[in-house]
Nanobody, 128 residues
């Protein structure tokens, strides 16, 4: 079974950058479409970014478009989220997620229900 470990979070000042990592084990990440979601206190988990199996397509939430970049390195079995120009509204726990290529559900990269596996989350706190 695929396991995901999120890392790279921290407490930073507004305007700075962070790079989150998601390391996979128990399977080849090349068999999975990947996504990043986040959940702020008192709010539902929301879509941030997604990347398909071969990195031909990426998707972003409007709130992070132009500031965040999702990438994958199948050789390292990892996915990354490069975040720049961070602001306090980006404060949340960030989770990576994976969806197997054999899944029978409709693939909607922006939907939580698309994904089969989740990381434990990594806290990002941005102060003004």
């Amino acid at each position: 079974q695929l396991q995901l470990v999120d890392s790279g979070g921290g407490s930073v000042q507004a305007g700075t950058s962070l790079r989150l990592s998601c390391a996979a084990s128990g399977g080849a990440i090349s068999d999975y479409a990947m996504g990043w979601f986040r959940q702020a206190p008192g709010k539902e988990r929301e879509f941030v970014a997604a990347i398909d199996w071969n990195a031909y397509n990426t998707w972003y939430a409007d709130s992070v478009q132009g500031r965040f970049t999702i990438s994958r390195d199948n050789a390292k079995n990892a996915v990354y989220l490069q975040m720049s120009s961070l602001n306090p509204e980006d404060t949340a726990i960030y989770y990576c997620a994976a969806r197997g290529s054999s899944s029978s559900r409709i693939y909607n990269p922006r939907s939580k229900t698309t994904y089969d596996y989740w990381g434990q989350g990594t806290q990002v706190t941005v102060s003004s």
